[in-house]
């Protein structure tokens, strides 16, 4: 029986790539049933700024399975990127991007790398909560949950296991995101006791992403949080040879999502040179997921064999190692006249014993004892110095103190730091004049005298204690 799928032909090198890769499919047998979606920059210039149509949803929510051609983003004008909106909508949690060196043939100073990025996919900084608060100052929000945690670290241990790999290795920058990437790493260590085969470590993401640039060979899987998983798997990829031959799935309980790593390529688009290789890749692991790993393989061996036959697109020849150089078109041929063959360099592939997709329930978070004990709040004031503004601040009765001033960060009252560059937003922290809990109704007095006062509110943030532990980080410098 066919399977249904969703299929976008996406933007820019997108038609050529996906052309080229539904033919190898349709010629390897696949058991298929597309059924196109318009996505992506035409939709976005017709007005609608999530660039997907209501009717487009619905066959993703049908057919479940999505293989998608890179999309453009245009820059600017309130635009979202329809690639996050697809992932966090249809709750596709883990976004696998496996990596690979194919030397000789590719060239690569790192002939040894074949690792596997598992790159959490909902939160981190791509919730595109992004505010203006003041003349000077943009917020992002960076939200990372304890469940979205659980979910991700479970599955590159659960992805490991199942794919015979020895090592997990996190990223995480804990050294200054104490709270958010604390989290992710003390979950990852929490998590890795329950898979005692599997060897682990942990990088900060800056050395970590340099080892990977320098000796990939290092890592087996490799799980972080969303912007560090984007930016290392091109490093990954590049250093592999091209970006344009990484393919990426994206998992959720009940959808999935199959591309390329790369994007549109708007630089190349219409010229008929782009490397399909990255959303063929894609495809093959979409065939495993739904069952059809027999083709899966017919299709990788075949693929495998033109590369070390040294047929070639642009992105990857080298005329001392390429015999041919080829267009995305006679690629797909060269790979279709393949079917059937196996590799002689390269290990052949199976997916005969290729794993189910994995599943990772979600557990209850136990909920903590939750005290309220004071308040930050941000104002917008030109003031060139914060010392009389924290005067004035602590002057004011009430059941709260005024602890600190904060500008981007750095504590600059009480103090003296006349070197300290000051924007015209400043956190200032109010806690608990007996050290206990407060009353909601504290901090909303609080606010309504300082906005009776003049000051200009833009935002606050509660301050909580959970089971008795500081819920909030304090100042730099504090
Ligand atoms: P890109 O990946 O499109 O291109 C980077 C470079 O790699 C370019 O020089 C390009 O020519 C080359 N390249 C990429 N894929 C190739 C291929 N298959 N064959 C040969 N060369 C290839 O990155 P970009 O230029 O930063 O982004 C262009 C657009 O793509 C942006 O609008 C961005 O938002 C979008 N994008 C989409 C996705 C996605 O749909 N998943 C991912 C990343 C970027």
């Known amino acids: 029986m066919r399977t249904k799928i969703t299929v976008a032909n996406g933007d820019g090198i997108g038609p050529e790539i996906m052309s080229a890769t539904l033919r190898i499919l349709e010629a390897a047998g696949a058991q298929i049933e597309p059924e196109f979606i318009e996505i992506g920059e035409k939709v976005y210039k017709n007005g609608l700024a999530a660039g997907i149509t209501d009717s487009s949803w619905e066959a993703l929510r049908r057919n479940k399975i999505f293989l998608k051609a890179p999309i453009t983003t245009p820059q600017g004008g309130g635009y979202k990127s329809l690639n996050v909106t697809a992932r966090t909508t249809l709750g596709l949690f883990a976004n696998v991007r496996p990596c690979q060196a194919y030397s000789p043939f590719v060239q690569t100073n790192h002939p040894l790398l074949n690792l596997v990025i598992i790159r959490e996919n909902e939160e981190d900084l791509y919730t595109g909560i992004e505010y203006r608060q003041t003349d000077e100052v943009y917020e992002c929000l960076k939200l990372v949950s304890r469940p979205g945690c659980e979910k991700i670290v479970r599955y590159a241990f659960e992805y490991a296991r199942a794919n015979n790999r020895k090592k997990v290795t996190c990223f995480s920058k804990d050294n200054i995101m104490k709270m958010t990437d604390g989290l992710f790493h003390r979950i990852f260590n929490e998590i890795a006791t329950e898979y005692p085969e599997i060897e682990t470590d942990h990088w900060i993401i800056d050395i970590g992403a340099a080892l990977l640039a320098d000796q990939p060979q290092r890592f087996e899987v490799i799980v972080t949080l969303n912007l560090y998983g984007d930016i290392i798997s091109d490093i990954a990829a590049q250093v592999a040879g091209s970006v344009g031959m990484g393919g990426s799935a994206n998992i959720g309980e009940q959808c999935a999502m199959f591309e390329a790593i790369h994007g549109s390529a708007p630089d190349i688009a219409g ?90 329930a979600s557990s209850k978070v136990k909920p903590q004892n939750k005290e309220l004990v004071g308040v930050d709040i941000y104002l917008d004031n030109r003031t060139p110095n914060p010392k009389p503004l924290g005067d004035a601040l602590s002057s004011i009765a009430s059941d709260l103190k005024l602890t600190m001033i904060t500008n981007r960060g750095t504590v600059v009252y009480p103090g003296n730091t006349p070197e300290t560059f000051y924007t015209d937003h400043w956190r200032c922290r109010f806690l608990s004049k007996t050290g206990g809990a407060i009353a909601k109704a504290s901090v909303i007095n609080l606010l309504s005298r300082l906005d009776k006062d003049g000051y200009d509110i833009i935002k606050t943030e509660n301050l909580y204690l959970f089971d008795g532990k500081a819920g909030f980080s304090v100042g730099q410098g504090e």
Do not use: C
């Open 271 to 360: 010229k008929g040179v782009a490397n399909p290789s990255g959303l063929l890749n894609g495809a093959i692991m979409m065939l495993v997921h739904i069952g059809q790993g027999e083709v899966a393989a017919r299709i990788h061996n075949a693929w495998l064999k033109t590369i070390e036959d040294g047929i070639h697109t642009g992105d990857i020849y080298k005329r001392d190692i390429s015999k041919q150089r080829v267009g995305t078109t006679d690629f797909a041929d060269a790979v279709i006249a393949r079917i059937g063959q196996l590799p002689e360099h390269f290990r052949p592939i199976s997916y005969a014993s290729a794993p189910r997709p994995i599943q990772v």
